[in-house]
T-cell receptor, first 109, second 116 residues
Framework: GQNIDQPTEMTATEGAIVQINCTYQ??????LFWYQQHAGEAPTFLSY????GLEEKGRFSSFLSRSKGYSYLLLKELQMKDSASYLC??????????FGDGTTLTVKP | DAGVIQSPRHEVTEMGQEVTLRCKPI?????LFWYRQTMMRGLELLIYFNNNVPIDDSGMPEDRFSAKMPNASFSTLKIQPSEPRDSAVYFC??????????????FGSGTRLTVV
């Protein structure tokens, strides 16, 4: 089975940088996804990592270490609209992903 | 493309009634997933299809739940009989294996089911 851990809640200030961690234990690994989910809405895709290292996409970056079973999502220049839940999801075979419980980020002025 | 389309958006039903949720995936996507989201259990995978064939239904809670995909553009999730503990948001998502690393899954807007 899979075990995916994320902090439940985080708070940060507008304009700051925040790092959301995700650790996982899986039997087989085929990539790690990050999704953003605003309250009352569907999850939307943010990033995908399958090789070790950092992937940068504008204000958002995602890092992966397969040997440590560890990933993080880095959000820079936080905006109020970044207040949402951030879901880490691990793909363990072609097409199927298991989601963590999500980290609720609150951005304060 | 209009994205993944789910219906209805909201459903309120009485315990014991049959509930049918519907999903139209994005054209050309070869994978379709049914997830359920609750505060207690997060986002759980119920079942997924590849090219209309069910691949893994190990997440289906019990025999009261069933899912079908009669063709590439339509899937249903049925609960019969429904129980209050089935109350949740049910998401349908689709993806294309060769572009999943770029676009991930595309989720529908979800169906909020309330069983009273």
């Amino acid at each position: 089975g899979q075990n995916i851990d994320q902090p439940t809640e985080m708070t940060a200030t507008e304009g700051a940088i925040v790092q959301i961690n995700c650790t996982y234990q899986t039997s087989g690994f085929n990539g790690l996804f990050w999704y953003q989910q605003h309250a009352g809405e569907a999850p939307t895709f943010l990033s995908y990592n399958v090789l070790d290292g950092l992937e940068e996409k504008g204000r958002f970056s995602s890092f992966l270490s397969r040997s440590k079973g560890y990933s993080y999502l880095l959000l820079k220049e936080l905006q109020m609209k970044d207040s949402a839940s951030y879901l880490c999801a691990v793909s363990t075979n072609a097409g199927k992903s298991t989601f963590g419980d999500g980290t609720t980020l609150t951005v304060k002025p | 493309d209009a994205g993944v389309i789910q219906s209805p958006r909201h459903e309120v039903t009485e315990m014991g009634q049959e509930v049918t949720l519907r999903c139209k995936p994005i054209s050309g996507h070869d994978y379709l997933f049914w997830y359920r989201q609750t505060m207690m259990r997060g986002l759980e995978l119920l079942i997924y299809f590849n090219n209309n064939v069910p691949i893994d239904d190990s997440g289906m809670p019990e025999d009261r739940f069933s899912a079908k995909m009669p063709n590439a553009s339509f899937s249903t999730l049925k609960i019969q009989p429904s129980e209050p503990r089935d109350s949740a948001v049910y998401f349908c998502a689709s993806s294309q294996i060769w572009t999943a690393s770029v676009t991930g899954y595309t989720f529908g807007s979800g169906t909020r089911l309330t069983v009273v």
